[in-house]
């Protein structure tokens, strides 16, 4: 376990450290700034502003200096409240620097600010998935080859088959304007959050509801589910004791990949309902060339996909004793 | 020969011959005979099939049909809600304006000028807010969406089926490299690299078309391609992986058969079913992320049209103070039920496939 768990950190660095570089000189290396606007700066601004940044040094200082944790600075201000004296700096040390767009606010405040509705948003979605998807798989396969079955599978390769904003425009459509439930857009309640979580979550419901009825599927005809029967446990017993836990298998192994869509589905989602989330940084921060928040987004969002995806694998190895850390 | 065989196993020679003459008699049959076969006995997938091959007809032939402009603007102030074919079969006007086509296209709108005149069908689902009609613009964004899709699933196929039969086959140290470097991808949030490989292509357009002849349509499908290689790469390697100590590999490789003579032979025939299935399944995540591109403003550009843009244009006018339900609901029916299909037939083609089952019915 701890071998396993040292591995991974270390594969997460490497994986980190790639992510970083090359999201760093790819949008270095790309046309236009953040500073270009409409206007042409004065010279002895721009020099300014880029003494600033750093954008004035080479491309490699600018990249140890982001990294850190050395400060290469010696004198200036080098970010908002640093006075240029420290030792430390650099993401290294936790610090994401200024956010180029938003003038006033550090990378880490953006974050800070909208990670927490993004992150409610997101575990909404994915309890409804689950909540979802799992029973109408369970009950697909269970009652295999009825009318429930069909009806159930159907529902579920329909939710697959449609992006997510036609989704949220059905549901706008049927619970704002035709019957007023609840709120159109917007961020502040519970109620605002019912919508966009339903829309943000339906595709996986629907992925989810035919893994496990695969995996269900699977499992129940195995022998000793028969044997589990023969014995007289009550069906009910069956299920829930010997079967899920094999069944689920599938599904586990599904929420890493799952969390990282939800994570990208947010990006839309959270434009549609007008959600002040993280996703909506996402896309501006790189059409804005907006360096730090760019770059912070990017390496959040991997942390939050490789960690997930290693607390899948923990998780699944304690359900399937058949796997062995090691290998996975 | 026979009678030695035949005496190990404990049979007179005659009875040894009866056998084998009755085996030869039955006729064997190859796993896609058999697939096929059991395809289309499955009502639903079968029906899919055909559905997706119509549907792929009409989007192929799409400028022969006699359809309104998908382009032609009328800027009257409200979309227009469909008429029935019935009330309003169709009207004359029509106007040779599209954007830039093929050669070929050029030819089937000459034919279609040719059979059908200035003749076109009415608005029997109804005109979006700039006046366009919806029919012909889900028709013309069906070419888009599967031109898409199907250049994204075959680029996905030839890096992942040769990547992963390559790993699995050569193994140890290699295979660890090579998957390692799968799951560095996998943990990269891959939205964030295609958007901004996009929005750098955005900067180069002009080099690129001028220098290299490269459209962004190519690039477009290239990236979205690059990225969906991930998960097929896997699923290849881990059948290679279990197929590759079955005696015919060792056979193979007895003789003296090349690597790639083995991996490319012998391996990925057999690895191919399950390829098959999964691809009918990465298309419709291609058409999806599509969709979510446009969404985004990155995807396939106006005048062209995309189911993608189709569902951002429907769901942009969805708002209270009037409901444009066609906008909505026609577009996303069309893309809805041709991923359906597609869904169905890789769930078909997955049962026929699958060798547990194979034989049985």
């Not at chain 1, 949220?168 to 019957?179: K, N, P, S």
């Not at chain 2, 446009?294 to 396939?300: M, N, P, Q, V």
Request: proline share 5%; net charge neutral.
């Amino acid at each position: 376990m701890l071998r396993f768990l040292l591995r991974r950190a270390l594969w997460f660095a490497v994986t980190l450290w790639v992510v970083v570089t090359v999201s760093f000189f790819l949008m270095r290396g790309v046309r236009g700034g953040p500073f270009d606007g409409e206007r042409a700066l004065n010279p002895a601004i721009e020099r300014n502003i880029a003494a600033r940044y750093h954008l004035d040094w080479p491309l490699w200082k600018q990249y140890l200096q982001y990294v850190g944790p050395l400060n290469l600075d010696e004198h200036g201000p080098r970010f908002l409240g640093g006075d240029g004296s420290e030792l430390l700096t650099g993401i290294t040390t936790g610090d994401f620097g200024p956010s180029f767009k938003y003038r006033d606010f550090s990378v880490n405040d953006v974050i800070g600010q909208s990670l927490p509705i993004s992150v409610s948003l997101g575990f909404i979605a994915l309890a409804w998935a689950l909540l979802l998807g799992l029973s109408s798989g369970i009950a697909s396969a269970l009652w295999r080859g009825s009318r429930t079955d069909v009806t159930l599978r159907l529902a579920a390769t329909a939710g697959i088959a449609l992006p997510n904003f036609t989704v949220a425009g059905f549901l706008v459509i049927g619970f704002v304007f035709l019957v007023p439930l609840l709120p159109v857009a917007g961020y502040g309640t519970w109620r605002h959050l019912v919508l966009p979580g339903f829309a943000l979550g339906a595709p996986f419901a629907a992925y989810i509801s035919r893994l496990t009825r695969t995996g269900m599927l699977e499992v129940l005809s195995h022998d000793y589910i028969r044997t589990a029967h023969a014995k007289g446990l009550p069906p009910r017993i069956v299920l829930l004791r010997h079967a899920i836990k094999g069944g689920l298998l599938p599904v586990i192994s599904y929420l890493g990949p799952a969390t990282a869509g939800i994570l990208t589905g947010s990006l839309v989602i959270e434009r549609i309902f007008a959600i002040p989330g993280t996703g909506s940084h996402f896309v501006n921060s790189a059409l804005n060339r907006d360096y730090t928040l760019a770059m912070g987004v990017t390496i959040l969002y991997t942390v939050l996909v490789y960690g997930l995806n290693t607390l899948v694998d923990l998780a699944y190895t304690l359900l399937d004793p058949r796997i062995e850390l090691e290998q996975s | 020969m026979a009678d030695e065989r035949g005496w190990s196993l404990g049979l007179g020679g005659g009875d040894l011959e009866r056998l084998l003459a009755e085996a030869a008699q039955h006729k064997g049959e190859s796993l896609w005979q058999d697939a096929w076969r059991r395809l289309r006995r499955n009502r639903t997938a079968w029906w899919s099939l055909v559905f997706l091959a119509v549907f792929t007809a009409v989007a192929f032939l799409a400028p022969l049909l006699p359809l309104p402009s998908p382009v032609t603007l009328d800027l009257q102030l409200e979309p227009q809600p469909p008429v029935a074919p019935w009330t309003e079969l169709g009207r004359h006007g029509f106007e040779r304006d599209y954007w830039e086509l093929s050669w070929i296209d050029e030819r089937l709108v000459d034919a279609r000028v040719a059979l059908f005149g200035d003749w076109q069908t009415g608005p029997w689902l109804g005109t979006d807010a700039k006046g366009r009609d919806i029919l012909a613009r889900i028709v013309w964004g069906s070419r888009t969406s599967i031109l898409v899709a199907l250049a994204a699933a075959l680029c996905s196929l030839a890096i992942g089926v040769t990547y992963g039969a390559l790993a699995g086959y050569l193994g140890g140290a290699i295979d660890n490299v090579m998957m390692r470097i799968v799951d560095i991808l996998y943990s990269i949030p891959f939205i964030f690299v295609v958007i901004f490989l996009i929005t750098i292509v955005n900067e180069y357009r002009a080099e690129l078309e001028d220098t290299y002849g490269i459209d962004r349509e190519t690039i477009f499908y290239l990236v979205i391609g690059a990225i969906y290689w991930l998960t097929m790469a896997r699923v290849v390697r881990g059948q290679v992986l279990s197929l590759r100590h079955a005696e015919f590999i060792d056979a193979a490789r007895v003789l003296g058969a090349s690597t790639r003579r083995i991996v490319f032979v012998h391996l990925v025939p057999n690895v191919l079913s399950i390829v098959i299935v999964y691809l009918t399944l990465t298309i419709p995540a291609v058409m999806l992320f599509e969709a979510f591109l446009s969404f985004l403003g990155l995807g396939i550009e106006p005048p062209k049209v995309s189911w993608g843009l189709l569902a951002v244009d429907g769901s942009e006018m969805v708002n209270p103070v009037r409901l444009y339900w066609w906008l909505v609901l026609f577009p996303a029916g069309a893309m809805g039920a041709t991923l359906l299909a597609l869904n169905l037939v890789g769930d078909g083609l997955r049962d026929a496939l699958d060798p547990k089952l194979r034989g049985k019915d």
